[in-house]
C-alpha cells in the first residue's frame, strides 16, 4: 500500500476512534464490508454486525454468513442476522434487496440502541451511482451518495476499491467473493465490469466530471431540502396547501426529498407522481412501490405501508370472566385496556364506559366496516353510520379504517373507539347502553400508550 492509501485509512481510523456513541455495521462478507469491520476493531470500536443472508447462491451464501459469524465470534462482537424468504423477493431484485437489508439494519439499530449504522460504500460504488443514476434519467438529488445522511455513515467513500482489497491483502482480512457481482445481469455489474473502464479509458477526468455532478446534487438536494423543512407538519407529513403553492418545478424535488426522507428511492415516474399526487381526492392511496403509498389526509400527504396491517388480527373475543382482570390489546386503533368494574365510582376520565345490562355475551371487538349504525349517545331517532361518525369527528381519512367497534353478540353495537392519537374524545358510546343512576357494572375501554 502507498502512503497516501495508508494515510486514507488512518484518517477513517481516527475519525470513527473520535465518534461518539455506538456503531451498527452492516457485514455482507464481501471484501468490502469486512475491511471496515476491521478498521473499526482497530479503532477501539466494537459495533454490533448485521448480516442479511439472501439465499440466491444456496450453499455460498451460507457460507458469507458463516464467515462473518465466525469473525464476530472470534472477536466478540455481538451478531444479528436475516434469512430472507424467496416470496418476500419479488419487483426489482437489487432495490428489493436494499429495502430489506436496510429495513434489517433499522430494526436492529432500534432494538440495540445503536447511534450509528455505517455502510461500506466506496468511491467506485459513488462513481457508478451517479453513472446508473443519470442514465436512469433521475433528478440531480439522486445523483450519488453523501458520506452521511442522518445516523447512517459510508466511512469508505473516499476509498477505491483497489485501495480496499490492497488493505485486506496486507492486514490479512478475510473475505468471500460474491460470484453474482461478476455477472453483467444486472446494471450495476455492466457499469462496474464493462463502461466504466471504457470511459475512463476515451475520457480523461472522466472520475472528476461525475464527482462535479455529485456537487451538483448536493446543492440541488439543499435547496429542495430547506423549502420541505418548512412545510412539514405533524410527524413528518408532506402540508398539501404549501407543497401545491410551489410552482411545478419545485415540487418535484420536494416531493423527492420527502420521500427519501423516509428512507425509499425515487424513481424516475416522479414528474408523473407530482402530477397525480396534486389530484388525489381525500382518503385515495397512489401507489408509489409494491410496499408503500402516499395517502392523502384533509390537509396532508402520509407515506403509508401498503401491507401495514396484514398480519394483525382484526377480531377478538372478549369473555365477562376474563374482564374481571382486565385485558389488553393491541390493535390498529392503538392500545386498549378493557375491563369491566363497579360503576359506584361513577365515569372516569378519558375511556369509554358503558352499561353491561343489556349486553350478550360473549363481546366481539372488530374493525367497523361499510354499513354498521350505532345510536350515540344522546341521539334521538335513527341510528348514525360509522362512516358518517367518523367523518363528523373529524378523523384523518388515513385514520378511519383503524376504528374498531365492541359489538354485543345479538349484533347490536355498543361503542366505537376512534384510532390511538386522534385529537377528538376516545369513542362513542350507544345510548343503549349509556351508564345511569341504576347501573351497577360497566364495561371500561381505555386507550393507553
Not at 249 to 258: C, D, E, H, R, T
Not at 304 to 325: V, W, Y
Request: hydrophobic share 35%.
Amino acid at each position: 500500500m502507498t502512503n497516501a492509501e495508508l494515510s486514507k485509512f488512518g484518517e477513517i481510523k481516527k475519525q470513527l476512534a473520535a465518534s461518539s456513541g455506538s456503531w451498527l455495521v452492516g457485514v455482507s462478507g464481501g471484501v468490502d464490508s469486512m475491511v471496515l469491520l476491521d478498521v473499526m476493531v482497530k479503532s477501539g470500536l466494537k459495533p454490533v454486525v448485521a448480516h442479511v443472508n439472501y439465499g440466491t447462491r444456496g450453499k455460498h451464501s451460507d457460507a458469507d454468513e458463516e464467515l462473518v459469524r465466525s469473525v464476530c465470534d472470534k472477536i466478540g462482537l455481538e451478531f444479528y442476522f436475516k434469512r430472507i424468504h424467496k416470496d418476500e423477493m419479488y419487483g426489482n431484485f437489487q432495490e428489493r434487496a436494499r429495502i430489506l437489508r436496510y429495513r434489517f439494519f433499522e430494526e436492529i439499530f432500534q432494538k440495540c440502541n445503536c447511534d450509528w449504522i455505517a455502510t461500506a460504500h466506496n468511491y467506485d460504488d459513488q462513481l457508478e451511482t451517479i453513472l446508473m443514476r443519470v442514465l436512469q434519467g433521475r433528478g440531480p438529488a439522486a445523483w450519488g451518495m453523501t458520506r452521511q445522511r442522518g445516523h447512517i455513515i459510508r466511512p469508505m467513500l473516499e476509498v477505491s476499491r483497489k485501495e480496499i482489497e490492497a488493505y485486506a491483502a496486507k492486514h490479512n482480512v478475510k473475505y468471500r467473493t460474491d460470484s453474482s457481482n461478476l455477472t453483467p445481469e444486472y446494471l450495476r455489474n455492466r457499469i462496474r465490469l464493462r463502461w466504466m473502464p471504457e470511459i475512463r479509458e476515451h475520457i480523461p477526468g472522466a472520475d472528476s466530471s461525475l464527482l462535479r455532478l455529485r456537487k451538483i446534487g448536493s446543492e440541488y438536494r439543499e435547496m429542495a431540502e430547506w423549502i420541505l423543512n418548512k412545510i412539514i407538519v405533524n410527524n413528518n407529513e408532506l402540508c398539501r396547501n404549501s407543497w401545491m403553492s410551489q410552482s411545478p418545478k419545485v415540487q418535484v424535488p420536494v416531493l423527492a426529498a420527502w420521500i427519501e426522507s423516509h428512507g425509499l428511492p425515487v424513481t424516475t415516474g416522479i414528474t408523473s407522481l407530482a402530477e397525480n399526487l396534486s389530484e388525489l381526492q381525500t382518503g385515495a392511496v397512489l401507489e408509489l412501490s409494491v410496499d408503500h403509498g402516499i395517502l392523502r389526509n384533509r390537509d396532508s400527504f402520509v407515506l403509508t405501508s401498503l401491507s401495514e396491517h396484514e398480519s394483525e388480527p382484526d377480531d377478538f373475543l372478549l369473555n365477562l370472566q376474563e374482564l374481571k382482570k382486565s385485558r389488553v390489546i393491541v390493535t390498529r386503533a392503538g392500545k386498549l385496556n378493557i375491563s369491566t368494574e363497579s360503576y359506584k365510582n361513577g365515569l372516569r376520565p378519558g375511556s369509554l364506559q358503558a352499561d353491561t345490562r343489556n349486553m350478550e355475551w360473549p363481546l366481539k371487538l372488530r374493525l367497523w366496516k361499510e354499513g354498521d349504525k350505532i345510536r350515540p349517545l344522546g341521539m334521538q331517532g335513527k341510528r348514525k353510520k360509522i362512516s358518517d361518525l367518523l367523518t363528523d369527528a373529524k378523523i384523518d381519512a388515513g385514520k378511519k379504517k383503524s376504528a374498531y367497534v365492541l359489538e354485543s353478540f345479538d349484533g347490536n353495537l355498543v361503542a366505537v373507539i376512534f384510532p390511538q392519537s386522534s385529537d377528538q374524545a376516545e369513542g362513542v358510546v350507544a345510548e343503549t347502553y349509556k351508564c345511569g343512576p341504576d347501573t351497577e357494572q360497566v364495561i371500561t375501554i381505555a386507550l393507553t400508550s
